[in-house]
């Protein structure tokens, strides 16, 4: 393959994931799910026999330039993702975001594996063992908030005590399901290069592995943190700042999956918090990433996820259906079911409960970082991702709608109760 010729696919996604994401939003759903869609309907491409199109956008070498700058699109999500991270929110909610995050994390991960679990043994879908069926669970553990931000902030209820509640949990959230999809990983051996012959290690060797690079992982973290203080305070707003940043970010998502074993996504996601924060030029940093992220890569790797996978739209057989639609309803009732107990056990009203739950359930960008990663790991059936797809639609669609609905109906009984 010539260079030039990787220029015309990446002008048709860019272009068509910009015009999808401006759709989607005017539609009062995040952006992502445009570049998801644009991704679909390039796929649609692949049945339309004609050889310029075939070799053009599915053709080998194509495909693999676009997977490794779908790859990139990840780990900076991921270190944008830590930077944005705010760890003193978790202070101002206490207890009961603990206690919500860990009921929505482990309501949902407990039904998704018990389906997988179910549907495996009685041969409806590949066996694959006990990890694999975990790995299913731990795919709806995930949240993603940005939409529910969204509409709190539009109602100006973002820092109400459900509002403060949901990000903080939110922000935990996050950190679970990055361990767990880390630990799963490691178990499976399913990190890519396995480094320093560490691959498939026992169960204690990959808890030693996961705590060695945390411990590494913070220890080189302060001393980067003193770096970049000194930085700032010499040239603020210095470009060496964000590009130093990226440097980091980089190395310690290839070293996490190389020498340690744990996702690659992880060491980007640990960088971003250890570098986020506290730092004054966080913001600076982050806008930097999010512009070059969003600029090519992060509509390169949702596009991509359409791209690749709309031929297993059309591959679903009766018996997989059965447990995608399975899978869809645990994914979304587990959050729902999950949060909204962990809210009500902390004495939150009936109705704060509820929104709670509906808060926590809307799913995004991770949800397919994780599918992905299983599906890498030989853990997960690729013909998953269009349900995942359809649970991402399903909780930006549906959240939105309930959240207002239901402060409506409270300003509703304010104002009749003034008259």
């Known amino acids: 393959m010539e260079a030039f010729e990787i220029l015309l696919p990446l002008a048709v996604i860019l272009l068509l994931s910009k015009l999808m994401g401006l759709g989607a ?50 780990v900076l999500i991921m270190f944008s993702a830590g930077l944005g991270t705010d760890l003193k929110k978790l202070k101002q909610t206490g207890v009961a975001s603990v206690v919500i995050t860990t009921l929505g994390v482990v309501v949902p991960m407990g039904l998704g594996t018990l389906v997988a679990f179910l549907f495996a043994r009685f041969g409806l879908i590949p066996d694959n063992g006990i990890l694999s069926d975990l790995f299913y669970g731990a795919i709806l553990t995930a949240t993603s908030v940005s939409v ?53 290690p026992g169960a204690g060797l990959v808890v030693i592995k996961i705590v060695l690079f945390f411990l590494a992982a913070i220890a080189v973290g302060v001393g980067l943190r003193k770096l ?16 130093i940043s990226l440097a980091a970010c980089f190395l310690y998502a290839y070293l996490a999956e190389k020498v340690f074993g744990v996702a690659d996504i992880t060491g980007a996601y640990i960088a971003g918090i250890l570098l986020g924060g506290t730092l004054s030029e966080t913001p600076y940093v982050e806008g930097k990433v999010d512009e070059m992220g969003y600029l090519i890569f992060s509509p390169i790797f949702f596009a991509f996820i359409g791209m690749s996978n709309i031929q297993y739209f059309a591959q679903i057989d009766v018996k997989f259906l059965g447990f995608g639609i399975a899978f869809v309803a645990a994914g979304l009732l587990g959050k729902l079911i999950g949060c909204g107990l962990g809210a009500k056990i902390c004495k939150f009203s009936f109705r704060d409960s509820i929104r709670v739950g509906l808060g926590m ?14 599906v890498d790991a030989g853990l997960v059936d690729a013909k998953i991702y269009p349900f995942v797809i359809v649970i991402i639609l399903l909780s930006s669609i549906l959240t939105p709608i309930f959240m207002k609905s239901s402060y409506r109906r409270e300003e509703k009984l304010l104002q009749g109760e003034e008259k």
């Open 25 to 74: 939003h005017k539609c009062g759903m995040p952006a992502v799910l445009g570049m998801l869609v644009a991704g679909i309907l390039i796929g649609l491409l692949r049945y339309i026999p004609w050889e310029f199109l075939q070799e053009g956008f599915f053709g080998t070498d194509v495909t693999n330039v676009l997977s490794v700058m779908s790859k990139i699109g990840v």
């Open 148 to 200: 529910t931000v969204a509409v709190l902030k539009e109602l100006g209820r973002l820092d109400s005590k459900v509002g403060t509640s949901i990000v903080a949990a939110a922000v935990i959230d996050d950190v679970i399901g990055i361990v767990i999809l880390s630990v799963l990983t490691g178990f499976s051996g399913g990190a890519q290069g396995g480094g320093w012959d560490w691959s498939n």
């Open 228 to 243: 970049f203080d000194l930085m700032e305070r010499k040239a603020p707003h210095n470009r060496r700042v964000p590009i």
């Open 361 to 374: 359930m809307v799913r995004a960008e991770v949800v397919l970082i994780c599918t992905e990663k299983g």
